[in-house]
């Protein structure tokens, strides 16, 4: 795997700038988000190769300890008061509820340059972009495996900690999502077979 390699250097003011709502922001020529000038220095950060400060509960490095704070508030936090008034799914901060909400629905108005394909958030669009870079951005506290997107992560972490997130009603509990979604379906098929016992 190719790691991308952003030092100080490489990462400099940003090239486009505009304004909206009075507010100044640059395009970042790395991950092409828009982040507001004054938090530029810290958005650039967040592209150095170099991880200072890593989630103790999965494992996700970050370059800057606000960052870190801000993962731990908006993933781990059990205080989650926004909630999606269609699927109940809760928050931790406003803008990620906001941004949850376009999931529902039909309309795709967010484009990849790089070969068209429609999203329907920004941030489903940012994490598209990602197969067409060649970085591997998210790194295992455990060993030198990297990966492109946090959720792979997520899912080789547990191959080091053993823990086993997804919880069946009937107790027992899977490493992966995937794991979980076939054991239901036994309870399904024993639920059937029972009605059926039954008729």
């Known amino acids: 795997m190719k790691v991308a390699n952003h030092d100080k250097e490489s990462i400099g003011k940003p090239q486009k700038i505009f304004t909206k709502d009075g507010k100044k922001y640059g395009v970042c020529d790395i991950c092409k988000k828009s982040v507001a000038i004054a938090s530029w220095r810290r958005h650039s950060r967040s592209h150095l190769t170099v991880k200072r400060y890593s989630c103790h509960i999965c494992g996700l490095g970050f370059n800057d300890s606000g960052n870190l704070s801000r993962h731990r508030k908006a993933l781990h936090s059990e205080h ?14 406003n803008s990620h509820l906001q941004e949850h909400i376009r999931t529902h629905s039909d309309s795709r108005d967010y484009i990849c340059d790089m070969c068209g394909k429609a999203s329907k958030s920004s941030a489903a669009l940012r994490m598209h972009r990602k ?16 990966f492109r997107r946090r959720g792979e992560l997520l899912v080789h972490v547990s191959v080091h900690t053993g823990e086993k997130a997804h919880v069946c009603g009937c107790g027992k509990a899977f490493r992966l999502r995937s794991q979980l979604a076939n054991h239901t379906r036994k309870h399904i098929h024993e639920i059937q077979a029972m009605k059926q016992d039954l008729v």
């Open 80 to 93: 989650r008061p926004h909630a999606c008034n269609i699927c109940h799914k809760t928050f931790s901060r």
């Open 131 to 146: 197969i067409h870079l060649n970085e591997y951005r998210f790194g295992c506290i455990y060993c030198e495996s990297r």
